[in-house]
Structure formats: structure tokens, C-alpha cells
């Protein structure tokens, strides 16, 4: 079955770092763009980073940017978001998502998402 | 940064239409892309490129676009329909992808 396991999560002290990873399966993961989308509990969907297939391209959200680094390792199959000076509006269940792009700009598969607190 | 508006709730009884809507300015130049998501589940695709369905979307389900309205309409509303619904494009002038502040569906 192609899919997606994120790996990572868990309590962080507010300033602590986190390193959070997906784990693609049963597709050519070195071919498709993927992100990190989040929400907070009782909250909407927010969009955090997109990496292209190649690296050669990434985007953060500006919520993010500054403190997150997203980055892959197709060898291994693997997307990583490391994740400094977090804050207690980190909160929230962070979701891998393969998107389509350059040609289509959705989501068409998604991991069931790690959860991460960030809390004294 | 471009915004996406959603009602925050739309209630329907079974068996009949349920419309969900998106505005944005000027959303019309862009695609918009729609996801379902049960409770305690991911997102799932279920309308993209404003009409068009994924494989195992149900019939029911459509997309529709209007000035700087998009709709998701689904039809014969199912108790199974209860969820929240996203919209999202991609904003080429900030390279971001905006999701829409989300509808939650309940079926009376």
C-alpha cells in the first residue's frame, strides 16, 4: 500500500528543538515535491514547508521560517522537518504530504500525522 | 498573505444538498482543491482542480467556481458525510499553499 509514517513526535519544553520524520513506502518518493502541514488542536489546516523532489527547491511558511528546516533523503526514502526555539503555538499534529507539483498544486496522499507538544 | 473564507458550519439533513463555500480574492485565476476530514483522521482528496473527482470521491460530491466564490456541493447528503471540509490553493505570489479556514458538516 503506498503510504506515509510520521515518526518524532512528542513533548518539547518552549525553546527545545525536535526532529520530526516520514517514512514514504510503495511509491518512487524521489519523484514527487512533499510538505509539512500542521494543526493545532481544535484548529484548521496550516501548510509549513514544501521541499521539490531534487531539493533544489523548498518554501516555508512565515510562521516557520527562520526556526524550521525541512529537508529529504531519497536514498532512504525519508522527509525530515527539524524544528528549533519551539513555541506553545507549535502545538499541533504535524502531517507529510506528497503534493503533485510543478505541474499540479494538491495533496494527494497523507501520513495520519505525529503529534507535538510544546509545553513546560 | 491570501486568505480563504469558509462558514465555519453548514448543517443539512440527510438526503439533502449541502453547499460548502470558499472566497478569495481574485480565486477565480487559481485552482482550488478540496479535502474531507473525519474526526481523529487525515485529509483526504476529494475534489481537485475546481470539478474534478479522484478516484473513490462519490459522484455526490462536486466542485464549482463562480467570480470569487468556489463551492464544494455535495449531493444526497450520508450521515458518513459528517466531517470538516478544506479548500486550498497555491498562492504563485508568496509560493505558499493557502488552505481555507475550514466548514464543519453536520448531518442533522
Known amino acids: 500500500e503506498v503510504q506515509l509514517v510520521e515518526s518524532g513526535g512528542g513533548l518539547v519544553q518552549p525553546g527545545g528543538s525536535l526532529r520530526l520524520s516520514c517514512a514514504a513506502s510503495r511509491f518512487t518518493f524521489s519523484t514527487y515535491s512533499m510538505n509539512w502541514v500542521r494543526q493545532a488542536p481544535g484548529k484548521g489546516l496550516e501548510w509549513v514547508s514544501y521541499?521539490?523532489?531534487?531539493?533544489?527547491?523548498?518554501y516555508y511558511a512565515d510562521s516557520v521560517k527562520g526556526r524550521f528546516t525541512i529537508s529529504r533523503d531519497n536514498a532512504k526514502n525519508s522527509l525530515f522537518l527539524q524544528m528549533i526555539s519551539l513555541r506553545a503555538e507549535d502545538t499541533a499534529v504535524y502531517y507529510c504530504?506528497?503534493?503533485?507539483?510543478?505541474?499540479?498544486?494538491?495533496?494527494?496522499?497523507w501520513g495520519r500525522g505525529t503529534l507535538v507538544t510544546v509545553s513546560s | 498573505s491570501y486568505v480563504l473564507t469558509q462558514p465555519p458550519s453548514v448543517s443539512v439533513a440527510p438526503g439533502k444538498t449541502a453547499r460548502i463555500t470558499c472566497g478569495g480574492n481574485n480565486i477565480g485565476s487559481k485552482s482550488v482543491h478540496w479535502y474531507q476530514q473525519m474526526p481523529g483522521q487525515a485529509p483526504v482528496l476529494v475534489i481537485y482542480?475546481?470539478?474534478d473527482r479522484p478516484s473513490g470521491t462519490p459522484e455526490r460530491f462536486s466542485g464549482s467556481k463562480s467570480g470569487n466564490t468556489a463551492t464544494l456541493t455535495i449531493s444526497r447528503v450520508e450521515a458518513g458525510d459528517e466531517a470538516d471540509y478544506y479548500c486550498?490553493?497555491?498562492?504563485?505570489?508568496?509560493?505558499?499553499?493557502?488552505f481555507g479556514t475550514g466548514t464543519k458538516v453536520t448531518v442533522l
Open positions: 486550498q490553493v497555491w498562492d504563485s505570489s508568496s509560493d505558499h499553499f493557502v
Open positions: 504530504a506528497r503534493d503533485r507539483s510543478p505541474r499540479y498544486w494538491y495533496f494527494d496522499l
Open positions: 482542480y475546481d470539478t
Open positions: 521541499i521539490s523532489a531534487s531539493s533544489s527547491t523548498i
